[in-house]
T-cell receptor, first 109, second 112 residues
Framework: AQRVTQPEKLLSVFKGAPVELKCNYSYSGSPELFWYVQYSRQRLQLLLRHISRESIKGFTADLNKGETSFHLKKPFAQEEDSAMYYCALNTGGGNKLTFGTGTQLKVEL | ETGVTQSPTHLIKTRGQQVTLRCSSQSGHNTVSWYQQALGQGPQFIFQYYREEENGRGNFPPRFSGLQFPNYSSELNVNALELDDSALYLC???????????FGEGSRLTVL
């Protein structure tokens, strides 16, 4: 069965420090992976998807099939990056996403 | 452009009762997906509706049912409520079954 693991419930970094939010998945097929973000008092929204291979708000994520990982990275954290981040795996071919439990990122000044 | 709207925002029910949650999709979107988010957990896929038909279902019992209307709005119905049904119910709309999901703010259900 498909599974998404985000090992850290809370990640605290200082402004300007590098950020890495970990995500591992288990799925026997060809995965499609996403990062969703929820800022305080806002709704859940798509941050990036591995297919697009783009950088959004300075964040990047590379799919590593060998390690079954899709870690989210940013070289220099900003205060506005503080939010809840969810990794999600699409296994149904139609937006039937399996989400991880989320990591709360706190960027301190 | 109107975003996804859900109603009610909060409600309290007792065990055994039935509940209906409503979702209006974003303008131009024809697909609606429903997710359940328990406290401290990520959203869990319930089902998806496309062109008024169920297009995929997660691991939820039949007492969770849904509808999509010709204007693409949707309802989630839960019968015989259990305490574990207490959660935030999220609706997301998309253009097509693979389009980007746009989420509503959710309906928080408490079952006593």
């Amino acid at each position: 069965a498909q599974r998404v693991t985000q090992p850290e419930k809370l990640l605290s970094v200082f402004k300007g420090a590098p950020v890495e939010l970990k995500c591992n998945y288990s799925y026997s097929g060809s995965p499609e992976l996403f990062w969703y973000v929820q800022y305080s008092r806002q709704r859940l929204q798509l941050l990036l998807r591995h297919i697009s291979r783009e950088s959004i708000k300075g964040f990047t994520a590379d799919l590593n099939k060998g390690e079954t990982s899709f870690h989210l990275k940013k070289p220099f954290a900003q205060e506005e990056d503080s939010a809840m981040y969810y990794c999600a795996l699409n296994t149904g071919g139609g937006n039937k996403l399996t989400f991880g439990t989320g990591t709360q990122l706190k960027v301190e000044l | 452009e109107t975003g996804v709207t859900q109603s009610p925002t909060h409600l309290i029910k007792t065990r055994g009762q039935q509940v209906t949650l409503r979702c209006s999709s974003q303008s131009g979107h024809n697909t609606v997906s429903w997710y359940q988010q328990a406290l401290g957990q990520g959203p869990q896929f319930i089902f998806q509706y496309y062109r008024e038909e169920e297009n995929g279902r997660g691991n939820f019992p039949p007492r969770f049912s849904g509808l999509q209307f010709p204007n693409y709005s949707s309802e989630l119905n839960v019968n015989a409520l259990e305490l574990d049904d207490s959660a935030l119910y999220l609706c997301a709309s998309s253009l097509g079954i693979t389009g980007e999901l746009f989420f509503g703010e959710g309906s928080r259900l408490t079952v006593l």
